[in-house]
């Protein structure tokens, strides 16, 4: 009489199993590698004229005001770039129309904005920013998390003595320990004035990208985290 064999303890079944389930997963892998480059690609500035949204939008954005709210419909915060308008479906979203000035301009063409924002990327890259600070959650904790670093509501107590929230933040990387608003001061690290100006292009244009409301502690600016209370 032939012995009835257990499905579980099929060596056929797991290696079946196996197949097909490395299958599905290789697939599913390559459909979310695909989505992520899409969602990973930098906007254009025709973006900005059409109001489409991007989670890394036109390096144009330094043009415009950048603020941090809120969205019900989402759940979390999100940037809000060139003032506020409603989604049909509820929520609110970018409405590409508000500029402001930045150091005098409010004009940088799609190449000056990428040239200004790339220097200050590498500037924070030779002077080792990330040893001490976080950007999109690389680097050490030590200082501050940079990732919305230009929306920190110090910044605009600072702006009337400067003519400038950007003009406060260039002097503090100048000259850190002169402006020293931390226990944890700040080293002068030779940044020059053209350094400076890149490096605050390059973290207002990080403030703008859509990170899924992270860092989630940086709450304690109106309409982010805890805007209700």
């Given at each position: 009489m032939e012995e009835k064999v257990s499905v579980?303890?099929?060596?056929?079944?797991?290696r079946r199993s196996a197949t097909w389930v490395t299958g599905v997963a290789s697939v599913l892998l390559i459909f979310l590698t695909f989505d992520s480059m899409a969602q990973m690609k930098m906007g254009s500035a025709k973006d900005i004229e059409k109001k489409i949204d991007r989670r890394i939008p036109s390096p144009v954005v330094i043009n415009y005001t950048i603020d941090y709210k809120l969205d019900p419909y989402r759940g979390h915060e999100i940037p809000i770039i060139g003032g506020e308008m409603r989604r049909p479906e509820g929520g609110i979203k970018s409405a590409y129309e508000k500029k402001e000035k930045f150091f005098g301009r409010d004009?940088?063409?799609e190449k000056e904005a990428r040239e200004l924002i790339h220097k200050?990327?590498?500037?924070?890259?030779?002077?080792?920013?990330?040893?001490?600070?976080?950007?999109?959650?690389?680097?050490?904790?030590y200082a501050p998390d940079l990732t919305k670093a230009w929306l920190d509501p110090t910044w605009e107590t600072l702006a009337p003595a400067y003519n400038g929230k950007e003009y406060a933040i260039a002097a503090f990387l100048?000259?850190?320990?002169?402006?020293?608003?931390?226990?944890?001061?700040?080293?002068?690290l030779g940044i020059t004035k053209e350094e400076a100006k890149a490096v605050v292009a390059y973290l207002k244009f990080m403030s703008a990208i859509d990170t899924n409301g992270f860092p989630r502690n940086f709450g304690k600016i109106k309409g982010a985290v805890d805007a209700r209370k």
């Open positions: 579980w303890t099929s060596n056929r079944f797991w004009d940088y063409s200050g990327k590498l500037t924070i890259q030779a002077k080792n920013c990330m040893d001490c600070h976080t950007l999109l959650g690389n680097g050490a904790y100048q000259d850190p320990p002169k402006m020293a608003m931390h226990e944890r001061k700040m080293p002068n």
